[in-house]
């Protein structure tokens, strides 16, 4: 699975400001006379308003909060272009490929300040919408914090995929002591194709995109595919719970570690992800675990090595030195702490320390080769 971080800007062309529904003021004659939301997945939300009074209306603006995990609560502010009237009506678009998209099942708060030439001011109360893919006839199941959604497959299949998430909490809980925080919600598309219509930037190697902050991911599993779907539910929803149980606003956790415990919840490493392992022990060529904290290559081979050296490194961590240091660790990073600096705290090592004792440990203890093939389908990881 190739990693590749696809930054999502929100509001780009819109001014941030800081929440604060404001005062209402409302005038003697200023008033909303209709407020009304469109959603068209995954284009766009479009806003319509209209409002009169005495005086000409001449500010206008919509501001809006996308419900993901932020550190301050930042909502976004449109300023409407509009002809100064006592009777105004209109309308206005977030188009989605100005801000990067939203994921499927994404709410979003948001409401009006309107104001006139008198000075007076209203602002509407906020109001929400779930930016749905209406496009498809979804079916829901729950368990737990997790709910499934598809619309392909019979009620097995979701159960069966639904079996495969819980279990991976399970492994997870065991491997690291985390577990889900908040719900999550799992999006299972029909194919790839599906899935990458449900986007505004896909790539066409987009197989499945965990978006952490929203707590959302999205995945296209065809029903003949479910071996490969019920590895692909516990790589991205792995993610889901790392971030949640290490999410601060200093830092982000190693690359390896994150990749590291999504392919440990997949189960054993596949046969060719051991081959290129070997082959790099044998050449002398692994990459370093330095290297590995940054985002990992876009070319298959290296790609490839970075996930099997990710997912070893892990099995190492919690090998040698147990569950319970894994969960200080990540306890480590979500209070901020650098990646040597963790390493240190909990361990007694940094980076290099590890590198060193990790190739030496690697190299000593070459596994016997699994039977599973290699899945190329690949994903994304949206912050
Ligand atoms: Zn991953």
Redesign the pocket.
């Known amino acids: 699975?190739i990693?590749k971080v696809a930054p999502m800007v929100l509001a780009v062309l819109l001014l941030p400001a800081l929440f604060s529904p404001g005062t209402v003021r409302a005038g003697d004659g200023l008033r909303v006379l209709d407020n009304s939301v469109q959603a068209e997945f995954p284009y766009r939300i479009s806003f319509s308003l209209s409002a009169d009074s005495d005086a000409d209306i001449t500010d206008i603006r919509l501001c809006y909060r996308v419900d993901r995990t932020n550190f301050a609560r930042v909502s976004s502010e449109a300023y409407i272009d509009f002809v100064p009237a006592t009777s105004v009506s209109i309308d206005w678009a977030l188009e989605m490929i100005k801000i990067g998209g939203l994921p499927p099942g994404s709410n979003l708060e948001y409401w009006w300040t309107i104001e006139d030439a008198d000075g007076d001011r209203i602002t509407t109360a906020p109001a929400g919408i779930v930016f749905d893919d209406n496009r498809y006839p979804w079916q829901s199941l729950t368990q737990g914090q997790v709910t499934l959604y598809w619309y392909q497959g019979d009620k097995a299949f979701a159960q069966d995929l639904m079996l495969a998430a819980q279990q991976a909490l399970v492994h997870l809980n065991e491997y690291t002591a985390t577990e889900l925080e908040r719900p999550v919600k799992l999006y299972v598309y029909a194919d790839a194709r599906d899935l990458q219509g449900s986007m505004i930037h896909s790539q066409e190697w987009t197989g499945g995109v965990a978006f952490t902050r929203y707590g959302i991911m999205a995945i296209g599993i065809a029903p003949e595919k479910l071996d490969w779907g019920r590895k692909a539910i516990a790589?991205e929803l792995t993610?889901l719970v790392i971030h949640q149980a290490t999410l601060n606003p200093y830092n982000t956790i190693p690359t390896w570690l994150d990749?590291g415990l999504?392919m440990s919840s997949e189960g054993p490493l596949s046969a060719p992800f051991n081959s290129y392992l070997d082959r790099a022990i044998s050449e002398n060529s692994l990459i370093s675990v330095q290297s590995l904290a940054s985002p990992f290559s876009a070319y298959t081979d290296a790609a490839s090595l970075s996930y099997a050296q990710s997912y070893r490194l892990v099995e190492f961590l919690i090998d040698s030195y147990g569950q319970d240091k894994m969960f200080d660790l990540l306890k480590t990073f979500q209070a901020g702490s650098t990646y040597d600096g963790a390493l240190l705290k909990v361990y007694g090592f940094d980076m290099d320390g590890l590198d060193y004792l990790w190739q030496d440990w690697v190299t000593q203890s070459e596994q016997p080769i699994a039977e599973n093939g290699l899945n190329l389908e690949l994903?994304s990881?949206v912050d």
């Open positions: 699975m990693r790589h993610h990749e999504a994903e990881v």
